[in-house]
């Protein structure tokens, strides 16, 4: 029999195990032009909140009693598909399933000698391109500038301060538990790092901090933290909007400080992104990271937990800050 996980209801505030079902259904076979596929790694990413939405979004929301997908490694069981063969490895958006049969649209191929299978989901996957390509093409950063980033011991957080430290920026994190301090700082080479859950004054903090204040911002939570690294921009600062976790699960639009006026003060640009509008970017991306992962000058942290009926819990845990790096689930 084949596992499934369905999305059984549309949550209201933050999502439970009772969201989920699992279901099991044959075993499908592949019919011509297709290949079997037996998953490996699922990716369980924060971003998937949004699509258990049923409103308009940038990209289409998930369907009630119908499969979740994500990002997943998958090996080739069975191929009737002359580009693909049995034992090879994938990378695409594929349905939360142990097997399933795909039309290969999509699918791109993986080497595990070149980097971990689980690699693929991470840095040299759609999270490290996101990092890459946010600092690229809206941060443009310049060396000896500060770049702050909230988030920052989760998977594209991390990748972000690392590419600032190669750049030549003074790099500061936050994040919320000391051990995330310490690793941010002894594992990923941040300057300095900032636990949000114990300071009495976040932007009093960042001030500190960022001495010189703030000329980049990427921003991975919203809400508050947002508020304050604005009150430490600087003049011609940019503002990256790639995640706004702290909002996810509001079941009401929440009120803040108005921030026209820093935006036109300070000059300041704030643009929001999601990663499928550089898709021409993601070769260039791919092959930057991977030089700079073979030169020991980046390097990744993964969560990972085993079995295919943990995948729910993996993502809710993602809410409760219990992830260090990508959280990924190994089946």
Known sequence: MNKTIYLKNRPSGTPSLNDF?????????PDEGEVLLKSKYISVDPYLRGRMRSGESYIEPFKVNEPIESGIIAEVISSKNPNFKEGDFVNGMLQ??????????GLNKVDPNTAPLSAYLGI????GITAYVGLEKIGKLKEGETLLVSGAAGAVGSIVGQIGKIKGCRVVGIAGTDEKIQKLKNDFGFDEAINY???GNIG???KKACPQGVDVYFDNVGGEILDAALENINK???????GAISLYNATET???PRLEGTLIKKSVLMQGFTVRDYIKEFGPAINQLAAWLQEDKITY??????GFEQTPQAFLDLFKGKNSGKMIVKI
């Not at 939360?96 to 649209?105: D, H, I, L, N, Y």
């Not at 040299?124 to 999270?127: A, M, N, S």
């Open 21 to 29: 079902e699992f279901k099991e259904e044959n075993k499908p076979s």
């Open 96 to 105: 939360w399933k142990e097997f399933q049969v795909s039309q290969v649209a």
């Open 124 to 127: 040299l996957g759609l999270t």
């Open 197 to 199: 859950k114990t300071t």
């Open 204 to 206: 009093e903090s960042i």
């Open 236 to 242: 011609f600062g940019r503002v990256i909007n790639c």
């Open 254 to 256: 929440p009120m803040g």
């Open 301 to 306: 942290s993964e969560t990972i937990v085993e």
